[in-house]
């Protein structure tokens, strides 16, 4: 069996596309008004809890400032994001990816055990022990896949216009639009810091045996 099952490859790729169109279009929607608030309501400058720089043209989808044409991208890649992610759950349930792979063992959580993993880690030492990949890596992966990405789907339909009677529930949940608005937003750079670890930690491990096992699959995983 492959290190990296099909399902798990053709997700990775069209993740990241999805992820980085709707990266650099909510950049520029951020720019049609760039302050955060709380609560159901929010407008005046004095009661935003952050006020967000505006993103310059390279940053953002399209290149130049356009409400419009950045929603209409970030709409049509939000339905890739989720579908993708969708599938790829169903396909890891089927061929027990997340079994194998994501969960953790009571000996994992010890203390002793976390330590070892972090001092492991600051000493540039990748290895993952039996199994694909060690404690932190499976938390990584499972706070990502099962919270922040879960998490920027129903805030960002909680606040889609058009979609107000599927989602009064999830911004009652939250505590309003704008208490959604401001949670898609922090989800969407705590998933861009996510993305900056991941490529530091590709390029200390081996960037060219990584990205190869990415692609074609990797070579056999014995403890599959």
């Known amino acids: 069996m492959k290190k990296h099952r099909l399902a798990t490859r053709l997700w990775h790729w069209v993740n990241l596309l999805a992820l980085a169109i709707l990266?650099?279009?909510?950049?520029?929607?951020?720019?049609?008004?760039?302050?955060?608030?709380?609560?159901?309501?929010?407008?005046?400058?004095?009661?935003?809890w952050l006020h967000v720089m505006r993103f310059p043209g390279w940053a953002t989808i399209p290149?130049?400032?356009?409400?419009?044409?950045?929603?209409d991208w970030h709409l049509l890649f939000a339905w890739v994001f989720?579908?993708?992610?969708?599938?790829?759950?169903?396909?890891?349930?089927?061929?027990?990816?997340?079994?194998?792979?994501?969960?953790?063992?009571?000996?994992?959580?010890?203390?002793?055990?976390?330590?070892?993993?972090?001092?492991?880690?600051?000493?540039?030492?990748?290895?993952?022990?039996?199994?694909?990949?060690n404690f932190l890596q499976k938390l990584a992966y499972a706070i990502?896949?099962?919270?922040?990405?879960?998490?920027?789907?129903?805030?960002?339909?909680?606040?889609s216009p058009g979609l107000e009677p599927l989602t009064d529930p999830l911004l009652a949940l939250v505590g309003g639009r704008q208490s959604a608005r401001s949670i898609h937003f922090i989800t969407a750079w705590a998933?861009?810091?996510?993305?900056?670890?991941?490529v530091t930690l590709?390029?200390?491990?081996?960037?060219?045996?990584?990205l190869r096992d990415?692609?074609?699959?990797g070579p056999i995983d014995e403890t599959a």
């Not at 590709?202 to 990584?210: A, F, H, K, Y």
């Open 23 to 48: 990266f650099m279009s909510g950049l520029n929607i951020s720019n049609a008004h760039p302050r955060l608030y709380w609560g159901d309501w929010g407008f005046e400058s004095s009661e935003a």
């Open 63 to 71: 290149g130049h400032y356009s409400l419009a044409g950045a929603r």
């Open 82 to 133: 989720a579908l993708a992610l969708l599938l790829f759950m169903i396909a890891s349930l089927l061929n027990r990816h997340f079994m194998r792979d994501l969960v953790t063992t009571r000996k994992e959580w010890r203390w002793s055990a976390i330590r070892a993993d972090i001092v492991s880690h600051l000493k540039f030492d990748f290895s993952r022990g039996e199994g694909k990949y």
């Open 144 to 159: 990502v896949v099962f919270i922040l990405l879960p998490t920027m789907i129903l805030t960002g339909m909680s606040i």
């Open 191 to 198: 998933l861009f810091g996510f993305f900056l670890l991941h």
């Open 202 to 210: 590709v390029l200390l491990s081996g960037p060219l045996g990584q």
């Open 214 to 217: 990415m692609i074609t699959g």
